[in-house]
């Protein structure tokens, strides 16, 4: 809830000095909107998937991320 606060004020802050415009304003809550609903989400599923299943999936999808990383530069 910290952190909340914290953003909070640094938007209205920036806004303020005209850092912040609305176009980007609004991408802002898009993405937060999406990020809530994706960690909603993600808490759904990770109720539904067998406990010794899922540190096979982070190490995939970190194994991935490296390849990817490395690949790309």
């Known amino acids: 809830m910290t952190a909340v606060i914290m953003h909070i004020t640094k ?3 920036y806004g303020s000095y005209d850092l912040i ?3 980007t304003l609004l991408i802002s809550l898009a993405i937060g909107a ?3 609903l994706g960690t909603y989400s993600g808490k759904i599923l990770l109720n539904k ?3 010794h299943i ?3 999936i982070v190490e ?3 194994l991935i991320s490296g390849i990817i990383f ?3 530069g």
């Open 21 to 23: 415009g609305l176009h």
């Open 70 to 72: 490395i690949v790309r």
């Open 49 to 51: 998937l067998p406990e």
């Open 11 to 13: 938007v209205a802050v």
């Open 54 to 56: 899922f540190p096979y």
């Open 34 to 36: 999406v990020m809530l």
């Open 60 to 62: 995939t999808t970190l």
